[in-house]
């Protein structure tokens, strides 16, 4: 078989190697389209991978191509959604149904050798694959671990119905994050993004209210359209410490900051924040990833009904779809500011 793999920055080479046999539990896939994620940004720019040579590509959908002979829920010619995390089902976490913080957990498409969407097969546990229901194509299966981050987010919000609520960052994440609470019976969605293009992508429908955090009055403007109190949910999707410390101010009292944006520079809070997080009795909650019990977890599941009712502006949050071969130029354009608009996907059927 053919596998794409990363041997360095902007350094993607096919190579050719055994297509692997799947075992009594185990599933034979064949690749159907795979989703960039902003995290293999830095992977396939500047290389920045856990070791070389890689296989990336975590959010895919895929052919079921053979299957072991315990395997029951789905059966070859089969289109799944790929779920990448592989767990243990052994440990203290998944026992409780934390999966994520499994003590022997595997990610593909970045830790686990020769396994990701890159690769033209993959051998996966029979519960890494949920068949995709009719009316839901192979690009749009492949959107599920996106979803199913926001969707997690959500449960994790314990957002009431009718509720009001917060999403800083209009990004891919944030954007599925305002469609699922939407969905979900929110009441009014106030977005915050300082680039206005993302704005506009949700203002009207989606967004009831819409803030550029580079005009100097958006806070008051928020403030006054919350009547002073500011939204009982607040979800976080950008990560970083000027968005976190809104978050903050966004909240009414009591009210849930879910941080879902990654952090990988140092967060300090403020004297005032701190007073903040104490004297209005704010609950900050973190999101890792989109595992719960009954492995997957319902996010998944939710998430793939949600797309066969087609909550999801699935084409608008698209940039483009292009073939294995035109992964590096994709690549060179997210150098270029506003170049990219939504998710790249790649067509490896
Ligand atoms: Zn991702
Ligand atoms: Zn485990």
Redesign the pocket.
């Known amino acids: 078989m053919k596998s794409l793999q990363l041997f360095g920055a902007m350094d993607l080479r096919q190579v050719e190697m055994d297509t692997p046999v799947p075992g009594d539990d185990e599933v034979l896939l064949r690749t159907e389209y795979c989703g960039l994620c902003g995290s293999d940004r830095p992977r396939l720019l500047f290389g920045e991978v856990p070791f070389f040579p890689n296989t990336l590509g975590h959010e895919f959908s895929a052919r079921v191509a053979a299957v072991g002979k315990n395997v029951k829920s789905v059966v070859p010619g089969d289109l799944v959604a790929v779920v990448p995390l592989i767990?243990?089902?052994?440990?203290?976490?998944?026992?409780t149904g934390h999966?994520g913080?499994?003590?022997?957990?595997q990610f593909i498409g970045l830790r686990v050798e020769n396994k990701g969407g890159f690769s033209e097969y993959n051998v996966l546990p029979e519960c890494n694959v949920i068949k995709v229901p009719d009316g839901v194509s192979g690009w749009e299966a492949a959107m599920i671990e996106p979803i199913s981050v926001a969707l997690h987010a959500m449960f994790r919000s314990g957002m009431k119905p009718g509720s009001d609520i917060a999403v800083i960052g209009a990004g891919t994440i944030g954007k599925l994050i305002i469609q699922s609470a939407r969905a979900m019976g929110a009441r009014e969605i106030f977005v915050f993004d300082n680039v206005q293009s993302q704005l506009d992508d949700v203002a009207g429908n989606l967004a009831d209210h819409c803030y550029n955090t580079s005009d100097e009055a958006f806070f008051d403007s928020y403030l006054k359209d919350t009547q002073g109190y500011g939204c009982p949910y607040v979800m976080e999707a950008v990560g970083i410490q000027p968005t976190v410390s809104l978050a903050l101010k966004a909240a009414s009292t009591n009210g849930n900051v879910v941080l879902v944006g990654y952090l990988d520079k140092p967060l300090a809070f403020s004297p005032a924040e701190v007073r903040l997080i104490l004297e209005n009795e704010l609950n900050l909650l973190g999101v890792w990833q989109s595992y719960d019990l009954d492995f997957p977890g319902d996010a998944f599941r939710l998430g793939l009904y949600y797309l066969s009712r087609g909550v999801y502006d699935t084409k608008s949050m698209t940039d483009r779809i292009i073939k294995p071969d035109e992964i590096m130029a994709a690549c060179g354009d997210w150098k270029i500011p506003g170049k990219v608009r939504g998710k790249i996907f790649v067509d490896f059927r």
């Open positions: 767990v243990c089902h052994h440990c203290k976490n998944c026992r999966y913080q499994c003590e022997n957990k």
